[in-house]
């Protein structure tokens, strides 16, 4: 099974994802709605939220690989007017897209996951923005009353995604040594390891079943079962954990889900 995306096809749903976030915004009775998985916005600040960061993002990529932060927003500020702030947004989207597609994958781009497994490259950037304007076109499609599952290619993507960038780290996990097993329904297991040496992650060779990779262990603290729509709104917390099938030592499961190594 196929679960990372390449360059060209972040490119594409990125665009996709941000043409559903516009169409959640159009549909929307009122700019001024709550969003329920982001209790302090208005749909208007999770409009400007997104479009700020994208350009944002696209400035810093432009900067490139010697940036050594995220670079302020680029162009002129969200309107408060529906179609204006539309177009600001879909511009918004372009100017992230065109400078990736400049830039290509395999350049080097500032992050703030410098810690992690994942790569500080353009990719990385095309990859981790994907998700981050998935989930966000989730909350815009939920505020307005009618949320939809996460394309299934996007979700698998984005649960493997979550765990290399925000799961791994050099920092010192404060507790005893554990394992946690991640499975999505859809076949596919990874393994998240913690410990004085900080936290890292693996994709499991066969779903659920050993060996380990590296010589690991094969036996686990915890785990947690659900399709990758699922698994990755848990993630990012847009569903309760319980959402999910778990096992083993939930408050580990806790700690992680409550763990920031950056603090």
Aim: aromatic content about 8%; overall charge negative.
């Amino acid at each position: 099974m196929n679960i990372t995306l390449d360059f060209p096809e972040l490119l594409r749903l990125i665009d996709d994802r941000s043409s559903a976030f516009r169409a959640a915004v159009a549909a929307a009775p009122d700019l001024d709605v709550r969003v329920p998985t982001c209790p302090e916005w208005t749909l208007l600040d999770l409009v400007r939220h997104l479009g700020e960061g994208r350009r944002a993002w696209a400035a810093t990529i432009a900067a490139g690989p010697d940036a050594t932060s995220k670079s302020a927003p680029q162009g002129y500020p969200a309107p408060r007017e529906r179609e204006a702030l539309l177009a600001w947004l879909a511009e918004s989207t372009r100017q992230l897209v065109d400078a990736l597609r400049e830039a290509g994958p395999d350049r080097g781009c500032w992050t703030w996951w410098g810690r992690s497994q994942t790569p500080r490259t353009c990719g990385a950037v095309a990859r981790h923005q994907l998700h981050e304007i998935a989930v966000h076109t989730y909350d815009a499609q939920l505020a307005v009353g009618a949320p939809q599952s996460l394309p299934d290619a996007i979700a698998l993507d984005g649960v493997e995604e979550f765990l290399f960038t925000l799961c791994t780290t050099t920092v010192a996990w404060p507790y005893r040594p554990a394992a946690v097993d991640y499975h999505v329904t859809e076949g596919c297991s990874w393994r998240n390891w913690v410990s004085g040496d900080g936290a890292r992650v693996a994709r499991l060779p066969v779903p659920g079943r050993g060996p380990a990779p590296d010589g690991e262990p094969d036996g686990v603290d915890a785990s947690a079962l659900g399709t990758a729509n699922d698994l990755l709104l848990a993630f990012y917390g847009r569903i309760p954990l319980d959402s999910l099938k778990l096992n083993g030592d939930r408050d580990l499961l806790d700690r992680l889900a409550a763990w920031d190594p950056e603090e």
